[in-house]
C-alpha cells in the first residue's frame, strides 16, 4: 500500500489536529474485497483506491488543495459477488452507517468536507445515501468522486468495451502498480452473457461464469499510466471549480 505524508494513519492526535485544521478536504477511498476473476486479487478495488487517492494527494499541491488522507475502507457492498469465496461484503445498511459514522467522526473534530473517492460499482448507491445523510444531518459538506465516471471515454478509447470488472482496465492497473499480484496464466478471454434490458441479475455468476468481463489478456499497463495521470488532474480540477463556485 503506498504512504503519503498526508495520510491519518501514521499521525499522532496532535498531528492530526493541525492536518485537520489545514486541510480543504478529508479524503475516504472506498473500495472492496471480493472477486476479481481467476488472475486478479481479491483486494483489486481496494489496490485502486489506494493507488488512486495517493496519486491525488501527490498531485493537490499543484492546485493548491491540502488533502489528508483517511485509511482505506478495504470491504464494500459486494453482495452479488458471493458465491465466489474471497468475497466479503457488508449490507447495504451496514455500509450505509459505517461511512456515515466515519463522517460523523471527523466532523467531530472539525473537518468541515469530505471527500469520498469510491473505486467499486457496487458502493455507488448507499455511498450516496450516506452522503445525503451527513450533508442534511451534520455540518459536513460531502463530496462523492466515482473514479471511472471521470475516465470510462479514455478506458473505452484505449481498451474497448471489455474495459469492466477484472477485464482489460483492472488487470492493466494491477499490472501498472501490483505485478506481483496478477497470476499471468491464469488470463484468459471471460464470456459474459447478454444483459436483460428490464431486470438486473442477483449474483454475478449468473453473468460470467469466470468473474469477470472483457479480455484481460488485451491488457496494456503502459496505456493506463498516462490516463491515470490526466484523470487525477481532472478530479482535482472539478473539485477547485466546486470550491470556487461555492460548492
Same mark, same amino acid.
Given at each position: 500500500m503506498?504512504?503519503?505524508?498526508?495520510?491519518l494513519?501514521?499521525?499522532?492526535?496532535?498531528?492530526?489536529?493541525?492536518?485537520?485544521?489545514?486541510?480543504?478536504?478529508?479524503?475516504?477511498p472506498?473500495?472492496?474485497?471480493?472477486?476479481?476473476?481467476?488472475?486478479?486479487?481479491?483486494?483489486?478495488?481496494?489496490?485502486r483506491?489506494?493507488?488512486?487517492?495517493?496519486?491525488?494527494?501527490?498531485?493537490?499541491?499543484?492546485?493548491?488543495l491540502?488533502?489528508?488522507?483517511?485509511?482505506?475502507?478495504?470491504?464494500?457492498?459486494?453482495?452479488?459477488?458471493?458465491?465466489?469465496?474471497?468475497?466479503v461484503?457488508?449490507?447495504?445498511?451496514t455500509?450505509?452507517?459505517?461511512?456515515r459514522?466515519?463522517?460523523?467522526?471527523?466532523a467531530?473534530h472539525?473537518?468541515d468536507?469530505?471527500?469520498?473517492?469510491?473505486?467499486?460499482?457496487?458502493?455507488?448507491?448507499?455511498?450516496?445515501?450516506?452522503?445525503?445523510?451527513?450533508?442534511?444531518?451534520?455540518?459536513?459538506?460531502?463530496?462523492?468522486?466515482?473514479?471511472?465516471?471521470?475516465?470510462?471515454?479514455?478506458?473505452?478509447?484505449?481498451?474497448?468495451?471489455?474495459?469492466?470488472?477484472a477485464?482489460?482496465?483492472?488487470?492493466?492497473?494491477?499490472?501498472?502498480?501490483?505485478?506481483?499480484l496478477? /497470476?499471468?496464466?491464469?488470463?484468459?478471454?471471460?464470456?459474459?452473457?447478454?444483459?436483460? /434490458?428490464?431486470?438486473?441479475?442477483e449474483?454475478?455468476?449468473?453473468?460470467?461464469?469466470?468473474?469477470?468481463?472483457?479480455?484481460?489478456?488485451?491488457?496494456?499497463?503502459?496505456?493506463?499510466?498516462?490516463?491515470v495521470?490526466?484523470?487525477?488532474?481532472?478530479?482535482?480540477g472539478?473539485?477547485?471549480?466546486?470550491?470556487?463556485?461555492?460548492?
Open positions: 503506498p504512504e503519503t505524508d498526508a495520510d494513519f501514521g499521525m499522532t492526535w496532535e498531528d492530526a489536529g493541525d492536518a485537520i485544521d489545514g486541510a480543504d478536504f478529508a479524503v475516504l472506498t473500495g472492496s474485497t471480493e472477486q476479481h476473476g481467476p488472475h486478479l486479487p481479491v483486494s483489486t478495488d481496494t489496490l483506491a489506494d493507488h488512486l487517492t495517493a496519486e491525488l494527494v501527490d498531485a493537490a499541491d499543484e492546485f493548491d491540502d488533502l489528508l488522507r483517511l485509511p482505506t475502507l478495504p470491504y464494500g457492498q459486494s453482495e452479488h459477488h458471493m458465491r465466489f469465496p474471497g468475497t461484503t457488508l449490507s447495504t445498511e455500509y450505509v452507517d459505517v461511512v459514522e466515519i463522517g460523523e467522526s471527523v467531530e472539525g473537518v468536507r469530505l471527500l469520498i473517492v469510491n473505486c467499486h460499482g457496487g458502493n455507488r448507491e448507499p455511498l450516496s445515501i450516506a452522503a445525503d445523510r451527513l450533508g442534511r444531518d451534520t455540518d459536513l459538506t460531502v463530496h462523492f468522486v466515482h473514479w471511472t465516471d471521470f475516465v470510462a471515454e479514455d478506458l473505452e478509447e484505449a481498451y474497448g468495451e471489455g474495459w469492466g470488472h477485464g482489460d482496465h483492472e488487470t492493466s492497473f494491477v499490472e501498472l502498480y501490483r505485478p506481483d496478477v /497470476r499471468t496464466e491464469q488470463k484468459e478471454p471471460q464470456e459474459a452473457a447478454e444483459m436483460p /434490458r428490464t431486470r438486473s441479475y449474483y454475478f455468476d449468473e453473468v460470467t461464469e469466470l468473474g469477470g468481463l472483457g479480455d484481460p489478456t488485451n491488457s496494456d499497463p503502459d496505456a493506463l499510466e498516462p490516463i495521470a490526466a484523470t487525477t488532474r481532472e478530479i482535482l472539478a473539485l477547485v471549480e466546486d470550491l470556487d463556485a461555492g460548492w
